[in-house]
């Protein structure tokens, strides 16, 4: 499947199981890129001295992955 990719052979986009590969990949990158954003949104919070309770509520994260990012800002 790479190879073809990479040799720019698009004839596998007819086909329905490269079809539902590729929407998964996309849709693991998405999330991955809403995590990645609600981290950062998190870490920022920490920096402006908001309290971890009103982070957690309002990014859904844990205490647990909270106290994690706030050992990277002190």
């Not at 890129?33 to 609600?38: A, D, N, P, Q, R």
């Amino acid at each position: 499947f790479w190879s073809r990719v990479g040799r720019g052979d698009l004839s596998y986009l007819g086909n329905k199981e490269y079809k539902g590969k590729i929407m998964r990949i996309g849709e693991r990158l998405i999330e991955k890129g809403i995590e990645k954003g609600i981290k950062q949104v998190a870490y920022n919070m920490l920096a402006s001295n908001i309290s971890v309770d009103v982070i957690s509520k309002a990014t859904n994260l844990s205490l647990q992955e909270i106290k994690k990012l706030q050992r990277k800002v002190h």
